[in-house]
């Protein structure tokens, strides 16, 4: 009997020991699993990913008619981009162009997401113009039309048929805070990224 309890407190001895030896092999399997992650979430704060929804066009056009000019961005060579942002939570979809002269440059952008056939209130607008004489010209969205009138941005489509983007926009610019200063600018786009 004595020899009975001996073996069944040794076999009771070795399973603790097994299984102690599986717990520590958890417990160091679930520390590296911790030091990989907090690797991967340090990295993902050093390079985070680019946000969703915003594209550098190396295709298409941005049409712009200010006044008696219509100026185009040729995005194959111009610099022309469709972003989405969130601000204080709220979005905010646009479009930014530059020339690849760097002296022509306009941004208009909407509250909300871009969605297509569904026109979007314009938020801001902005049209810079670095001239040959020493003064730039620089209009931006006027407050002084029809309360929060300041225009609209209607997309025709919205990442359809190799097309990322196709509409036209109203908006009213100013060189200053005048009252009859503010005009009326009309564009059209149509951007693709290959």
Do not use: W
Request: proline content about 4%; glycine content about 6%.
């Amino acid at each position: 009997m004595v020899r009975l309890s001996v073996r069944f407190f040794g076999l009771v001895l070795l399973l603790a020991a097994i299984l102690s030896s599986c717990q520590k092999d958890e417990s160091v399997n679930d520390m590296q699993a911790a030091a990989n992650q907090a690797k991967a979430d340090s990295l993902q704060k050093l390079n985070p990913p680019p946000a969703p929804g915003n594209y550098l066009v190396n295709q298409g056009t941005l049409k712009i008619k200010v006044k008696d000019s219509t100026y185009t961005f040729d995005a194959s060579q111009d610099s022309v981009a469709f972003v989405n942002v969130n601000i204080d939570g709220k979005e905010y979809y646009g479009i930014t162009a530059i020339n690849k002269a760097h002296t022509i440059s306009f941004g208009i952008s909407s509250l909300g997401a871009p969605i297509a056939e569904m026109p979007g209130t314009v938020a801001g607008c902005q049209f810079l113009l670095n001239t040959s004489s020493k003064t730039n010209l620089e209009y931006t969205l006027t407050r002084n039309i029809t309360a929060q009138d300041y225009g609209t941005i209607s997309i025709e489509k919205y990442n359809q048929d190799a097309v990322l983007a196709k509409g036209t926009f109203h908006t009213y610019l100013a060189t200053g805070d005048k009252k009859n200063s503010p005009f009326v600018v009309d564009g059209s786009f149509e951007l693709k990224v290959k």
